[in-house]
């Protein structure tokens, strides 16, 4: 990998979409534990669509939960891909083990989602899913895509 394409996730801002504040007090604390010092918190997808449409704030990953009340992740997914800055900005789905699982991933891959987490979850799947889509993100910006 070339010295241009390293990703120093403490340059990197992350927005945390979830209803739940112990939930994302958690995720943030796992990220600050691989590097990440940059956060944006939500609690819907309405909060989290401000940050997406304001030009000023930079955002370079979304973890988000699926259900949530107002709007939910899909609902967010689709707008961010929708967005003309932000359309390919790497997005992680989490969602809890007693929804219809399968149903979502369909639907989450069909708009594009990046990976996709199930709770409760471990900090090594996390960081994981982190670098897989950072790394992809990286690549597909070094192909011209």
């Not at 997808?45 to 949530?68: N, T, Y």
């Not at 699982?101 to 899913?129: C, G, N």
Request: aromatic letters at 6%; glycine letters at 2%; proline letters at 3%.
């Amino acid at each position: 990998m070339k010295s241009d394409q390293t990703i120093r996730a403490s340059h990197l801002c992350v927005l945390v979409v979830d209803d739940d504040d112990m939930v994302r007090s958690i995720i943030i604390e796992q990220l600050r534990s691989i590097g990440f010092q940059k956060f944006l918190e939500a609690v819907n997808g309405s909060e989290a669509h401000k940050f997406i449409l304001d030009p000023l704030q930079r955002v370079d990953m979304i973890i988000c939960d699926w259900e949530m009340p107002k709007t939910d992740g899909l609902t967010l997914l689709r707008a961010v891909r929708a967005h003309r800055h932000h359309a390919k900005t790497p997005f992680i789905m989490v969602t809890s083990q007693q929804s219809q699982e399968r149903m979502k991933i369909s639907q989450a891959k069909k708009h594009e989602v990046d990976a996709y987490i199930v709770k409760p979850f471990r900090a090594e799947t996390l960081r994981a899913k982190i670098y897989q889509v950072l790394f992809e993100a990286l690549d597909k910006k070094a192909e011209g895509a």
